[in-house]
């Protein structure tokens, strides 16, 4: 059987999982038996994170958790067996490596890394290279991360690489001719719009060259959270610019009773990460536990209504693109993805 990859939107038709928005990580584990797996997670000590990191312990795994904030990761993770917290910095390249080379030396092997960790609608900030700090830490941290864990993918014989994305990848395509807001006003949304598109064309090249080697890569929209500390330094007209809350900083009612509880929204990255439904294809974009549809300009979208945030757009599942933005990450990381 020929394994295919999803180019330019190939594979995007959903599986019929048998899974919906309210699904939660506790539906799509069950049956899955990772005993003996080695798992990465990062920003596994918060929000979906944290609850990604649970389903994997309850079905037997050991789960690595790299955190800028060691202290709180610990103490968030606290009581839970099986969970290791590691000191690594997305926005800082030496931490990583540093992180990486550890995990090569203690482990060898990882059968699952989720690229879990992202900030979102922050205030223009830079890294020490001048990178925009939504596509340094959403994208080029875990770009570098997942190049550094190479060879402990490979061994796996069968690994799965994990790109939490968000429907916000609707917001902007990426920027190739300014990527870090260098010659243009910024402006928050655009980057963290690009930034999550460029999650979903990393899934798409890293699984088109990693298919050979037994490593498939998936990215996903876990759906409109309640409970997770994404949106903690967004300015409240920003939500009420989409549509969220009132006047007076509330959330409608209606749009508090349309959001998916931690457990929900965790389950697509959980899902994407060990369902068998999903064996033989990868470079897909999920959303809802199951493979998402393209979005050509079919779907209707209205910020009111969290369950009409679904689809994917074409630019964000573009070969020629997804091609092109790994050429960009190798020369933004000063890496050579080898593999």
């Not at 506790?26 to 798992?39: C, E, F």
């Not at 609608?121 to 864990?149: C, I, M």
């Not at 890293?206 to 998936?218: E, I, M, N, P, Q």
Request: charged fraction near 15%.
């Amino acid at each position: 059987m020929e394994t295919k990859d999803n180019y330019n939107g190939a594979l995007q038709t959903p599986v019929n999982s048998g899974f919906n928005a309210s699904s939660t990580t506790h539906d799509v584990i069950k049956g899955v038996n990772l005993t003996g797996k080695t798992i990465i997670v990062t920003g596994g000590y918060a929000g979906i994170g944290l609850e990604t990191v649970k389903a994997f312990i309850a079905v037997g795994a050991k789960v690595i958790v790299p955190a800028r904030d060691i202290n709180k990761a610990a103490n968030n993770l606290k009581g839970i067996p099986n969970v290791t917290v590691e000191a690594m910095d997305l926005m800082d390249p030496a931490s990583i490596n540093a992180f990486a080379a550890k995990f090569l030396a203690e482990h060898g092997t990882l059968h699952i890394l989720v690229n879990n960790a992202g900030i979102m609608w922050v205030p223009l900030q830079r890294d020490q290279r001048g990178y925009e700090s939504q596509l340094a830490t959403n994208h080029l941290g875990h770009f570098q991360l997942t190049a550094k864990l190479w060879p402990a993918l490979k061994k796996a014989k069968g690994a799965r690489v994990i790109n939490v994305s968000s429907f916000g990848h609707q917001m902007a395509p990426f920027n190739f001719d300014d990527p870090n807001f260098l010659n243009r006003e910024y402006e928050t949304l655009q980057g963290y719009g690009q930034s999550k598109t460029a999650n979903n064309l990393f899934a798409v090249e890293l699984d088109h060259r990693g298919k050979t080697f037994g490593v498939r890569a998936f990215s996903l929209h876990p759906g409109s959270v309640n409970g997770t500390d994404l949106g903690r330094v967004a300015p409240m007209s920003l939500f009420q610019q989409m549509g969220t809350h009132d006047a007076n900083g509330n959330i409608y009612p209606e749009v508090a009773a349309t959001l998916k509880t931690v457990e929900q929204g965790a389950a697509t990255s959980v899902w994407c990460a060990t369902s068998s439904q999903l064996n033989g294809i990868g470079g897909v974009y999920c959303e809802n536990a199951d493979v998402a549809e393209l979005d050509e300009g079919n779907i209707e979208h209205n910020y009111s209504d969290p369950s009409s945030l679904r689809g994917v757009k074409p630019y964000a599942v573009d070969a020629t693109l997804a091609q092109k933005l790994w050429t960009l990450s190798e020369e933004m990381t000063g890496i050579q993805f080898k593999l």
